[in-house]
């Protein structure tokens, strides 16, 4: 997100335990200039606490949310016990992604000769998409595209575009079938052959591999980065192959594998 100054009322944010005593914790946002805010016990867990040391002890990486904030007087009150486990996983991974960001915009620009730019990056970046991990991801999935809208200079993007394809690493999925192709023709293997080669068409985004499992079986397993794309591709793949198969007199079958490993 955008780098403000002070964080925003209902905002879950990252926080270091710096000092626990016994009715408060004090800690440092981590995303707001390590600026100082405070858990009263009463927002440290839920239910009775006999000892606040037993929730929350110094050193500690907390998420937290935002009560209340007074840039006037410098305060900001957080809640331990309104984060869930699901809510504090997930901001945990987007803080630890954005860190790993703006390491990559400073490394970028030191080695496009230009470290004192690090910061007007930053801003390009926040002002385009947000947060910053999500433009490194756009990096490598859209290529230089993405940034020649961005208007900065060639070498900082080809600096860029380096450490994106370097460091991001897609999520992707993988999902695969059973392909039956029997051919009694004289000439069959070719035919199957040829089958074969056709399961390997060009998908943008898909990687498709093939595996002999036996004759006439065959495993056909393809990873996307979705499975729209893969589903579509396994399907282009395995329509293909059976094309060959019965123009040629010969006999094709599918059968989708489900999660469980079972044929479909």
């Not at 403000?4 to 009322?9: I, L, S």
């Not at 070498?155 to 992707?172: C, F, H, Q, R």
């Not at 589903?231 to 059976?242: D, N, P, Q, V, Y």
Request: proline share 3%; hydrophobic share 40%; aromatic share 8%.
């Amino acid at each position: 997100m955008q780098e403000r100054e002070w964080p925003e009322q209902g905002e879950l944010v990252v926080c270091s335990v710096q000092n626990v005593k016994d009715f408060v914790a004090f800690v440092t946002l981590d995303e707001y200039n390590n600026r100082e805010g405070l858990i009263p016990i009463a927002e440290v867990a839920r239910g009775w606490i006999k000892y606040i040391r037993d929730h929350i002890r110094e050193g500690q990486k907390v998420v937290c949310k935002v009560l209340n904030v007074d840039p006037q007087k410098g305060h900001i009150d957080l809640s331990l016990k309104d984060v869930n486990e699901h809510q504090r996983r997930e901001k945990i991974r987007i803080w630890k992604n954005e860190s790993k960001a703006k390491k990559w915009i400073g490394f970028a620009a030191e080695a496009a000769g230009h470290p004192e730019n690090a910061k007007n990056i930053t801003n390009a970046l926040y002002r385009e998409y947000g947060v910053l991990y999500a433009a490194f991801e756009d990096f490598v999935t859209e290529g230089r595209e993405a940034l020649n809208k961005l208007k900065i200079d060639p070498g900082l993007a080809d600096a860029l575009y380096t450490v994106a394809i370097e460091n991001v690493k897609l999520p992707s999925v993988t999902i695969s079938g059973d392909l039956f192709l029997r051919s009694t023709k004289p000439d069959g293997v070719n035919i199957i052959r040829r089958a074969l080669r056709s399961a390997e068409p060009k998908v943008d985004g898909a990687e498709i591999e093939i595996t002999y499992l036996g004759a006439p079986n065959y495993r056909i397993k393809v990873n996307a980065s979705n499975y729209k794309d893969a589903e579509k591709a396994l399907e282009k793949a395995s329509t293909a192959a059976i094309g060959v198969l019965k123009r040629a007199g010969g006999e094709g079958k599918f059968s989708r594998k489900s999660k469980s490993g079972k044929s479909v």
